[in-house]
């Protein structure tokens, strides 16, 4: 399959491995942000190819885990509705809210339907006038163009059925929140690839001067990774502090800039309350008051008020935050499975916690201790 | 954006409140997966103990008057009822034959009950019987005994199938999950994920250069070709629902061995694995129709190889990995770059990421 073998290549692997190698001398901490990239590096085993020194810790980038849980009683209360048709992404869908989950509310009746595109559920709006459309926009700011788009569109055509249930978070702010804590140990990043196609990486700029870390817009397959890797050690081993771009097949340094225009369009930055790790200032858009008629918290403005008490039997934050690994949680695997998920990042395969219970509960854990 | 005090790791990072039971029944209770093992295990055996069922072959093994058959049943529910490829008459037919086939059987009758939605075209119901007689013809089964219900418009989906089927084992043959052995050599009959992809593309409306069909089809002449060999067959099955990484997983736990397979070695066809990444599909999980999964004693891998390429069903054939002494109930995947993970038993349905 050509643009994807490429970067799977056994031989080029190998040769990347060596290099990381030849150029690591003491142990370093790296961090990726993306969920996506947590996939790849746990679906193709990259842990176990890596040297000993090398420490990789999973960051918050998993729009499903990092989603709060309000948020997702929120969700639940609408597409209970009779007169609404509630549109998802599949993996929000499992996610659990303090009592069940979405799949639940479509199995005792509701119209919960999972679609591939925000723009998909703006066509279900044109096709049932008679019922209230409802999209799911939950993501970094990779989705939010395309959901930025939808509320134009739905906009453009007049629709009055059709609105977004926002919960949107922005990266530089949870890269600026971890670096910032006393418990921080991350040294590197692998930043986002998908993000930066779309915003760029001039953003990350100050923060790697801010905090002395170099950070590497990586892309996700496995060459990806381990290129991204090898860069950011060899600053790390060679004391430079930059911004580097590995995925340069996709990023441009000013990002896409139609895209961000839509979106500054469509929403506002605000803050946001992350799943897990609590309110971060400024890391998060709201639909502007100018589009009000397609924001959901709006609309069915009873759920407004819904605030629930994350309990504290697990230790998702401290997972997301790269502080703790996920088998490092005492119900790793006993009472916390990806069918009964005690906290988000067991839910989707992006999430840390279900990605280590898929992929490296046994006989591969050896090595992962920090 | 640089809060501090908004950010206080020793506040505590909190978590939700467990799911612990389901009230109702969810769709991946029925996705093949972890879920529908929870039933079976939870409900289904232990209401219904005895030592026929409890193997959880693909049919149940049992032995009259000297006289070894095999007995299966199987139900269809299929969305859309016509496909690239075939449709769910055929799927019907040539299921129960796989499931009885998989027991090393020679399938001889089917039953057939249909459970019909008021308002269905009359026109598409005899199309799907004409496609049930073709695919009895062609794997020598007669369907001998059925059922026709028919239910209020809304209250199914257009047509729901239920084949039941029994099958002769041959003298001497012991064919089960239980009997895979470290030291086996496991071989796919041939491309895997095909038929989930093409359901799935009908059901997305989903275009690809060229379309992906269903690749549905009897597999008992490829079992009896494969046992002309005399080589020595352990396990067969067909990797459906929950697809082939689900399969060895419940021949992992259910022989209490464990599995190392090659991920560069699964024959995957190119269009398959594009609409997986299309899909954010995993084609381990996809389901198959019309392969079969062998685990052979190592000496004779290579004559059961050789049959099956030269079988029209097997021509794609390839070893795939092998039954091992280590990490006993577990799968272990050795992935295309070198490293290795475990392959897991298929959590819930299927989703697909949102990036």
Redesign the interface.
Known sequence: MRFIDEYRDKALARRYIEQIAQVTTRKWTLMEICGGQTHTIVKYGIESLLPREINLVHGPGCPVCVTPLAMIDKAIAIASRDDVIFTSFGDMLRVPGSKRDLLSVKASGGDVRMVYSPLDAVKIAQQHPEKRVVFFAVGFETTAPANALAVWQAHQLGLRNFSILCSHVLVPPAIEAILSSPANRVQGFLAAGHVCAVMGYEEYLPLAEKYHVPIVVTGFEPLDILHGTYLAIRQLEEGRIEVENQYSRAVRREGNVAAQNLMRKVFEVSDRHWRGIGNIPGSGFRVREEFSAFDAEKIFNDVATIEVQESPECIAGLVLQGINKPHECGAFGTTCTPEHPLGAPMVSTEGACAAYFRYKREPTTERVNV | ????S????A??????????H???????HGSGG??TH?LIEQLFLPSFPNEHLAPLHDGALVTMNGVRLAFSTDSYVINPVFFPGGDIGELAVNGTVNDLAMCGARPLFLSAGMIIEEGFPMEDLVRVVRSMQSAALRAHVQIVTGDTKVVDRGKGDKIFLATSGIGLVPDGLNISPKAATPGDVIIVSGPIAVHGIAIMSVR?GLEFETQIESDTAPLNSLVEAMLATQGTIHVLRDPTRGGVASVLNEIAQSAKVGISIAE?RIPIP?EV??AC?I??LDPLYVANEGKLLAFVARADADKILQAMKEHPLGGQAAIIGEVVD??AG?V?LK????????L?ML??EQ?????
């Open positions: 954006m640089n809060n501090r908004d950010f206080d790791v506040a505590g990072f909190t978590c939700p409140v467990p799911l612990q389901y009230p109702n029944v969810l769709l991946a972890r879920l929870q997305e560069e190119d694995r594009g990444e899909l954010g280590e990490h577990t272990v992935t295309s770059i070198g490293g290795s993970r475990i897991d959590s819930g989703l697909p990421r949102i990036c």
